[in-house]
Nanobody, 117 residues
Framework: VQLVESGGGLVQPGRSLRLSCVGT????????MSWYRQAPGKERELVAT????????NYADSMKGRFTISRDDAKNTVYLQMNSLGPDDTAVYYC???????????WGQGTQVTVSS
């Protein structure tokens, strides 16, 4: 099983980034996919989730309207489009896959996003 994130980097405030996560070794299309993030000195927090059954999404309040999660099951990929980034968005962003009923939970290794001028 692998979850491999990409797309992180250094970006100026107000700019955008799109993160990608490719999952292999499990049934991606049946998994609820999420993005989490962990800033230095803080606990890991949920950013957004997209449900496998109907594609419905939910977001942490601070990300609503700025971030968009999407998935392409044909490519086993989940995306996170991040707009209007600010310094508080600096964190390591992690991809998460969860099976129905919590049968499994997989994590990626994370990708660093740094927002700075």
């Amino acid at each position: 099983v692998q979850l491999v994130e990409s797309g992180g980097g250094l970006v100026q405030p107000g700019r955008s980034l799109r993160l990608s996560c490719v999952g292999t070794g499990f049934t991606f299309s049946s998994s609820d996919m999420s993005w989490y993030r962990q800033a230095p000195g803080k606990e890991r927090e949920l950013v957004a989730t997209i449900i496998s059954v109907d594609g419905s999404t939910n977001y942490a309040d601070s990300m609503k309207g700025r971030f968009t999660i999407s998935r392409d099951d044909a490519k086993n990929t989940v995306y996170l489009q991040m707009n209007s980034l600010g310094p508080d968005d600096t964190a390591v962003y992690y991809c998460n896959a969860k099976g129905k009923g919590g049968r499994y939970v997989f994590w990626g290794q994370g990708t660093q996003v740094t927002v700075s001028s």
